[in-house]
């Protein structure tokens, strides 16, 4: 559960309908339709996020995803419960944006799990793709990262901050397609 970066631009719905439509064709969701008519599940587009807190940070994960290196995300539970929504489920949708706020992914949640933050696992850090891949860099960079997430809302971090660890699958574009767009993702 990431929001836009604070600094990115409102997101235009009609290019997120539009990437929608192109996104679910090519990765083959609601191949059905044509049989047994539209549905709600595939009309309407699944949530947009992007991910961190900046838009450079939103445009280094997401080349990364692109890349296919990151399959994993963290996110803090208390983000959900102080934006009122519900915890991501294995096979939900999502629409990952770029830093200016444009669609860019189209990625599936394959696996949750609530873990205390000491309890993170390395297979965990490894597949979040960031920095040497290693546990301790994980911990390093997701500890400062929530620490400050949390002064804004006047909370404090602890190793018993419970996380919300998340499984992706880059659907749209496909990782060896998205490999020749990704660098230039970084000079945006």
Known sequence: ????????????????????????????????????GTTSSTALPPPAWAFGDSPEMADELLALVLAGTKTATASARWEYEHEGEDLPRAGDLSIVLDGAGHPRALVRTTSVDVVPFGEVGAEHARAEGEGDLSLAYWREVHERFFTEALEQVG??????????????????????????????????
């Open 155 to 188: 909370r404090s971090f602890t190793r018993d901050l419970p996380v919300v660890c998340e499984g992706l699958t880059l659907l749209y574009p496909r990782p060896s397609a998205a490999r020749e767009k990704a660098p230039e993702l970084v000079d945006a």
């Open 1 to 36: 559960m990431d929001p836009a970066p604070q600094d990115a631009a409102p997101v235009a719905p009609e290019e997120i309908v539009r990437f929608w439509e192109t996104a679910r064709g090519r990765a083959g969701i609601g191949r059905l339709a044509v049989v047994t």
